[in-house]
């Protein structure tokens, strides 16, 4: 007990070789909960694994500094990422409960017009659309576009008019 004391140390009066032994051990943990979570979780981006990213981050620095306890953090941490495999299997299973969860995407671009209501419920102007434009495609107007939709990640995808998909 006393070798797991000097190595972690107990409570906020941590040194800094304690303080490295817990950022050690916690990038470790860190590294199988995520291949446990799946790589999905940070390659798809979307609010849903944002959260656990953020959580897990949040968490396990309270342990690395001692604000709470180590083992704590961790069972902690641990819940979180079996709740995201769950919350992600079960949206697998169900597209009712994948739409509650991740949302669906929304038309703001069609056939020439843009969709006023929703570029307002979203928050997005104009200007946010062609800047999208410009970085996903680099065209330089809609007239080369058929539709825009506005996915459940937040990125802007664009389907190309079918002359322009073509050549």
């Not at 944002?50 to 897990?56: D, E, N, R």
Request: hydrophobic share 50%.
């Amino acid at each position: 007990m006393n070798v797991i004391n000097f190595l972690f140390g107990e409570g906020e009066n941590l040194n800094m070789f304690q303080m490295c032994v817990r950022a050690f051990t916690m990038f470790i943990i860190m590294l199988i909960l995520i291949r446990f979570a799946g790589m999905r979780t940070f390659a798809k981006r979307s609010p849903f694994d944002t959260i656990v990213t953020i959580m897990l981050g949040a968490i396990l620095a309270r342990g690395v500094v001692g604000a709470s306890g180590y083992v704590n953090t961790i069972v902690a941490s641990g819940v979180i990422v079996v709740m995201h495999r769950v919350v992600a299997w079960l949206s697998v299973k169900s597209r009712k409960f994948e739409k509650l969860v991740k949302g669906t995407y929304i038309k703001l671009y069609n056939n020439g017009a843009l969709i006023q209501d929703a570029l307002e419920r979203t928050g997005m102007s104009e200007n946010d659309l062609h800047e999208s434009l410009r970085l996903e495609t680099r065209k330089l107007t809609l007239a080369e576009i058929d539709t825009a939709f506005l996915e459940t990640n937040g990125r802007i995808s664009f389907i190309l008019r079918r002359e322009e998909r073509t050549s």
